[in-house]
């Protein structure tokens, strides 16, 4: 089963407006990592954020974790049409011995 | 430096029959993961190998199987194929001691079940 819940399933933005996608996951965790899909292609390591960390930046990519929600939101500010893809979530812990990915948020960025 | 590479790209079977996927880490990484991804559905772990040695599997039959070769490259493997094995099919890999903090990821093999 899926640990991770995205949210919202499909985002539809201009170019140049920020893009927000959630995450839900239900155990608690070490780490949330948050990666990009291509067309079906590899995933691309986007950014981590530990559990016990509450906020991350990496260039136009912001995101938060709330540890007593259970959930994670990654901003991309000033978007372009190259940002579209789909963008998972995936969080680890002790017990897993696995990373467990969300079911994806398709970004699509329109000129 | 040369990033996963995973053999073939698409491959197109039959019911019954098996596949072999391939798959080359980064030099350097120890670690290798296999993910399964069904049309328009998220990942699914299928299994971890490091250092030759199966770490982990996921919720799948066991016509699912693999291994780890000691030059870290890695081989799925799936029998009796049935028709919702139609997915892609891909590898990540790490560094050693690195955890699951970053898995650098493959562009895939497409299976097609007929």
């Known amino acids: 089963s899926q640990q991770g819940e995205e949210d919202p399933q499909a985002l539809s933005i201009q170019e140049g407006e920020n893009a927000t996608m959630n995450c839900s996951y239900k155990?608690?965790?070490?780490?949330l990592q948050w990666y990009r899909q291509n067309s079906g292609r590899g995933l691309v390591h986007l950014i981590l954020?530990?559990?016990?960390?509450r906020e991350k930046h990496s260039g136009r990519l912001r995101v938060t974790l709330d540890t007593s929600k259970k959930s994670s939101s990654l901003l991309i500010t000033a978007s372009r049409a190259a940002d579209t893809a789909s963008y998972f979530c995936?969080?680890?812990?002790?017990?897993?011995?696995?990373?467990?990915f969300g079911t994806g948020t398709r970004l699509q960025v329109t000129l | 430096e040369a990033g996963v590479t995973q053999s073939p790209t698409h491959l197109i079977k039959t019911r019954g029959q098996q596949a072999t996927l391939r798959c080359s880490p980064i030099?350097?990484?120890?670690?290798v993961y296999w993910y399964q991804q069904a049309l328009g559905l998220g990942l699914q772990f299928l299994l971890w190998?490091?250092?030759?040695?199966?770490?982990n599997r996921g919720n799948f039959p066991p016509r699912f199987s693999g291994r780890q070769f000691p030059n870290y490259s890695s081989e799925l493997n799936v029998n009796a194929l049935e028709l919702e094995d139609s997915a892609l099919y891909l590898c990540?890999?790490?560094?050693?001691?690195?955890?699951?903090?970053?898995?650098?990821f493959g562009p895939g093999t497409r299976l097609t079940v007929l």
């Open positions: 954020i530990r559990s016990n960390e």
């Open positions: 995936a969080t680890d812990d002790d017990t897993a011995s696995k990373l467990t």
């Open positions: 190998y490091d250092e030759g040695e199966e770490r």
């Open positions: 155990t608690s965790i070490n780490n």
């Open positions: 990540a890999s790490s560094f050693p001691g690195q955890g699951f903090d970053e898995q650098f």
């Open positions: 030099s350097g990484h120890t670690s």
